[in-house]
């Protein structure tokens, strides 16, 4: 499962769960996430969250800018559309989100065994 973890100061402060679909951004009621900083477009950006074809059981998760006045950041680089993964850090003027995937095997290590001839 796909997580966005909104970050202040370095912790964890809240968690939203991703599922498939379109996920808006911005400040405008209506929007999946509604952000209050008068600095945030009304319509900010748009997160796609769709299976993936070789692995339908997963999900990518992709980032669009929809003309925001500020931009939108993964990584603090400006972008218009960007494919996200594990440990990803997606910037909104202050607010800063990171993207947890469960399904990532980042960090994991493979078992085997070696025979003793």
Do not use: W
């Amino acid at each position: 499962m796909i997580k966005l973890k909104h970050i202040v100061n370095g912790a964890v402060v809240s968690e939203i769960d991703m599922t498939a679909g379109d996920f808006t951004i911005g400040r405008n009621h209506g929007n999946s996430l509604q952000l209050d900083g008068g600095d945030v477009s009304g319509e900010h950006a748009l997160l796609k969250v769709v299976p993936n074809s070789y692995l339908p059981q997963q999900l990518d998760l992709t980032i669009k800018d929809l003309g925001s006045t500020n931009g939108t950041f993964v990584n603090n680089i400006a972008v218009k559309v960007q494919a996200i993964k594990h440990g990803d850090a997606i910037r909104i003027c202050d607010y800063e989100y990171r993207v947890y995937d469960d399904q990532s095997n980042v960090g994991t290590q493979t078992e085997y065994s070696v025979p003793d001839d």
